[in-house]
């Protein structure tokens, strides 16, 4: 029984998400990969952070109402008290501090040819990389620029996943995606194992149950992204 277990945004269960700590957590309770979140502030600095804007990981009124992030320039990204306790943590920071695989989501499209300049540069950190996002275009557009690092395409549901002109599998081929990420709505078996025949793999998220991580054991899902990583790899055990 192997299933990768991915730490979202760390482990965003006990540490602020997108943190040094939370990242940090994650390697100790020794995930597969660690999910993250890329952006691209107003002066074209790599940045991490989930959501379009500050609010909601606010520290204290330094972070609120500052309107889009990618219209702030990384000086004032990283002035302000987010809830980690300091600003947003550069790409480059995230890199330096970490080991683990990461998979990287494209929260915005701007941000691909700023990754191939980076990963030009850091090629060790390309190698334990893989590239992902809702956006088609920018996966599209990743396959042209890192060839060589690998993609998935990430979608809701299979409903949403079929509204790609062609369907799912249309939309795994204009990607060029290793990988397809999808939410456990609307996942079957025999999509599970198409995939699998076509040589990709396949992950499911987001993990909350432990009945929920023994349907994936069951079908052959090759990974599943959890909050709480430490509390997956309980489940997996009872499993």
């Known amino acids: 029984m192997t299933i990768m277990i991915v730490g979202h945004r760390g482990a965003m269960a006990h540490e602020p998400e997108n943190s040094l700590a939370s990242y940090a957590l994650a390697e100790e309770v020794g995930v597969d990969e660690i999910e993250l979140d890329v952006r691209l502030s107003a002066d074209n600095q790599l940045f991490l952070l989930h959501d379009a804007t500050l609010d909601r990981t606010a520290g204290d009124d330094s972070a609120r109402n500052r309107g889009p992030a990618a219209e702030l320039d990384l000086a004032t990204l990283q ?11 550069t790409l480059q920071e995230m890199y330096d501090a970490t080991e683990t695989p990461i998979q990287l989501e494209i929260k915005d499209p701007a941000t691909v040819p700023y990754l191939a300049e980076f990963f030009a540069e850091r090629p060790r950190d390309a190698e334990r ?18 060839p060589t690092i690998d993609r998935c395409i990430i979608t809701a549901n299979m409903a949403k996943a079929e509204e790609f002109d062609g369907g799912w599998r249309a939309l795994l081929e ?18 599970v194992d198409e995939v699998h025949d076509r040589g990709l793999t396949i ?17 052959g899902i090759d990974g599943v992204t959890a909050d709480d990583p430490a509390l997956a790899f309980d489940w997996l055990k009872q499993i």
């Open 129 to 146: 990389t893989i590239l992902t996002s809702f956006h088609p275009d920018a996966l599209a557009q990743a396959a042209e620029l890192m």
């Open 79 to 89: 002035s302000v008290v987010l809830d980690s306790g300091r600003g947003v943590v």
């Open 203 to 219: 992950h499911a998220w987001p993990l909350k149950t432990s009945e929920e991580l023994a349907r994936a054991v069951a079908m």
């Open 174 to 191: 204009y990607t060029k995606s290793s990988r397809f990420a999808c939410g456990f709505d609307g996942l079957t078996q025999e999509i």
